[in-house]
């Protein structure tokens, strides 16, 4: 039934970047309530996959669907949160409280020549709360740690009410135990508030227990199925993929 | 001075121009700076100055445009001047500071043709070099006016999008902000304000009222708008104060306004140093 009306719907999507296919005849549909995650090696085109999903890459081949509206004619933008990858290596010695960044993200909700509100602001506060950032509402965001600024990021993407939340790589500089609380985080949003997750990341030990559903991609896709199906490929399969001498530590609880 | 204010009405004209250089300057430099985009602002003074030296030599070889205000011809290159900075950013992706250098020496390259076509000018040029006091209009006044008013409403309504936009350029593409846009309204903003501070503080320190105050207010303040208020202060302080200086002391302004603003800038550093030991 969910699968009748995916959230995104990518057909054959194809990119080349100078010559060379960075995408190679993707089609992944993904089900509303789902927690993807994709991983694969660096430069197999996790980030140019996202990015499109974005909006950022103009379609050159294939098509994708985002809530059934195909992209080209998309609109509603503020219905997807996005924390990139890049995001740890922002410029530190920005002047912006982590309340002026959490307030950005309501910028196209807001909309263009409009004020915020009250209520945004109550937006902001309540946000900043669940991700246990509310005292360091008026510290500049450069003054925190890596883990903390992700924190802030996260709450960025979230204050905007998304349905659908999209991830590159959000733990790279933040500590063992913080990514556990972060991962944490990100199950609960996806079970109490139902929120649609895509996730890239290359600790698929640690998600192997959190996510839905795995895609592998290198170029091309080279599986999409649910975790459990995941869990049950054999450690060969895998290393097809990434190459040799990947070690994938899967977690037993 | 005081008496003299309300004496000569070169010296109101050149005070309120430079009370309203002192907001819209470090108002559009807070953007400047953290968009790292500080030396931008000087390609374009060079480029105003080029637009300078063509209206003054149309009028000195052809007699036209007599009368009419070197200042429209100086906005007008530093718009044309921003435009291909774009362009040239778009051509160069991976090196998008060079399209700095290009426009700047393309800038002086003109002056310099102008200015010998003409055979030289009077003293004009200079004041236009470094700022004066004296040179100030009425009719700059009131165009210098209009670019304020300009400048002030649209940073208002574009605030949030402005602001996205400087801390995180594809965050604000992601999010269906229109960048492109956004970014060309704010350069277009950027060549307006250096045409109308150059009277003052003269084409070579223009883009220092921009990037100075801004630098002392990083230093000390928290948050954007606090940076931004503590720029404007800055600003305001080092132009009132220069221009006073520069009266008493015969001193250009464009020069007294800046030292002024680098001793801000020192206290400042000074400050924050003093600040840290005692914590
Ligand atoms: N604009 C671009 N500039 C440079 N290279 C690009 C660009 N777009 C795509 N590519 C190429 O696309 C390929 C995929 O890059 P992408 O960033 O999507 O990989 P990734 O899977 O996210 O890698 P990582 O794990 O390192 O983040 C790379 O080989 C890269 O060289
Ligand atoms: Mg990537």
């Given at each position: 039934m969910e699968n009748s009306n995916p959230i995104i719907k990518i057909d054959h999507l194809t990119y080349r970047y100078e010559k060379e296919n960075v995408l190679e005849d993707?089609?992944?549909?993904?089900?509303?309530?789902?927690?993807?995650?994709?991983?694969?090696?660096?430069?197999?085109?996790?980030?140019?996959?996202?990015?499109?999903?974005?909006?950022?890459?103009?379609?050159?081949?294939?098509?994708?669907?985002?809530f059934g509206t195909d992209i080209r004619s998309f609109?509603?933008?503020?219905?997807?949160?996005?924390?990139?990858?890049?995001?740890?290596?922002?410029?530190?010695?920005?002047?912006?409280?982590?309340?002026?960044?959490?307030?950005?993200?309501?910028?196209?909700?807001i909309g263009l020549f409009r004020f915020g509100s009250r209520e945004d602001r109550k937006k902001v506060h309540a946000v900043l709360e669940s991700v246990g950032m509310r005292e360091f509402e008026n510290r500049n965001i450069g003054e925190l740690s890596g883990g903390q600024q992700q924190r802030v990021f996260i709450a960025r993407a979230l204050v905007s009410e998304p349905e659908l939340l999209i991830l590159d790589e959000p733990t790279v500089g933040?500590?063992?135990?913080?990514?556990?609380?972060?991962?944490?985080?990100?199950?609960?949003?996806?079970?109490?508030?139902?929120?649609?997750?895509?996730?890239?990341?290359?600790?698929?030990?640690?998600?192997?227990?959190?996510?839905?559903?795995?895609?592998?991609?290198?170029?091309?896709?080279?599986?999409?199925?649910?975790?459990?199906?995941?869990?049950?490929?054999?450690?060969?399969?895998?290393?097809?993929?990434?190459?040799?001498g990947v070690q994938v530590i899967t977690h037993q609880h | 001075m005081i008496s003299g204010l309300f004496q000569y009405e070169f010296?109101?004209?050149?005070?309120?121009?430079?009370?309203?250089?002192?907001?819209?300057?470090?108002?559009?430099?807070?953007?400047?700076?953290?968009?790292?985009?500080?030396?931008?602002?000087?390609?374009?003074?060079?480029?105003?100055l080029a637009g300078i030296a063509f209206s003054l030599l149309l009028e000195k070889k052809l007699g036209i445009l007599a009368g009419l205000n070197p200042l429209y011809m100086g906005m007008t290159f530093s718009v044309i001047g921003a435009l291909f900075i774009e362009r040239l950013r778009n051509v160069y992706k991976h090196y998008q500071e060079l399209a700095i250098p290009i426009i700047l020496s393309g800038g002086i390259g003109l002056s310099a043709i102008?200015?010998?076509?003409?055979?030289?000018?009077?003293?004009?040029?200079?004041?236009?070099?470094?700022?004066?006091?004296?040179?100030?209009?009425?009719?700059?006044?009131?165009?210098?006016?209009?670019?304020?008013?300009?400048?002030i409403i649209a940073i208002i309504v574009l605030y949030k999008e402005l602001f996205l936009l400087s801390f995180d350029e594809e965050h604000a593409r992601a999010s269906g902000v229109p960048a492109k846009l956004i970014h060309f309204i704010f350069i277009l903003l950027v060549a307006l304000v250096i045409a109308a501070s150059?009277?003052?503080?003269?084409?070579?320190?223009?883009?220092?009222?921009?990037?100075?105050?801004?630098?002392?207010?990083?230093?000390?303040?928290?948050?954007?708008?606090?940076?931004?208020?503590?720029?404007?202060?800055?600003?305001?302080?080092?132009?009132?104060?220069?221009?006073?200086?520069?009266?008493?002391?015969?001193?250009?302004?464009?020069?007294?306004?800046?030292?002024?603003?680098?001793?801000?800038l020192i206290a400042t550093i000074l400050y924050k140093k003093i600040r840290l030991r005692m914590v």
């Open positions: 993707i089609s992944i549909e993904i089900p509303k309530g789902a927690f993807l995650g994709i991983v694969g090696p660096n430069g197999s085109g996790k980030s140019t996959l996202l990015k499109h999903l974005l909006g950022l890459i103009k379609v050159q081949q294939g098509e994708i669907r985002l609109k509603e933008w503020d219905r997807i949160g996005f924390v990139s990858q890049k995001a740890n290596s922002f410029n530190t010695g920005f002047p912006a409280t982590v309340f002026e960044v959490v307030l950005s993200g309501l910028t196209r909700k933040v500590d063992a135990q913080n990514v556990n609380q972060f991962y944490d985080m990100l199950e609960n949003l996806n079970k109490e508030l139902h929120i649609t997750l895509v996730l890239v990341t290359h600790d698929i030990g640690v998600i192997s227990d959190k996510v839905t559903h795995v895609a592998c991609l290198n170029k091309n896709l080279h599986f999409h199925g649910s975790t459990m199906e995941f869990n049950a490929l054999k450690e060969q399969d895998l290393s097809s993929i990434y190459g040799h | 010296l109101q004209n050149a005070f309120l121009t430079g009370i309203i250089i002192g907001v819209l300057a470090p108002l559009l430099g807070v953007f400047v700076v953290v968009r790292r985009l500080s030396l931008i602002a000087d390609a374009l003074s060079h480029v105003t102008f200015i010998s076509i003409a055979d030289g000018f009077n003293t004009d040029l200079f004041s236009y070099l470094f700022g004066s006091v004296s040179a100030v209009t009425r009719m700059d006044l009131w165009i210098i006016m209009g670019i304020c008013i300009l400048v150059m009277r003052i503080v003269g084409i070579l320190l223009v883009s220092s009222l921009m990037t100075l105050p801004v630098a002392a207010s990083i230093r000390i303040a928290t948050g954007f708008k606090q940076t931004i208020l503590y720029s404007v202060l800055f600003g305001e302080a080092a132009v009132v104060g220069g221009l006073f200086l520069s009266y008493y002391l015969d001193w250009a302004p464009g020069g007294t306004i800046v030292l002024l603003a680098i001793l801000i």
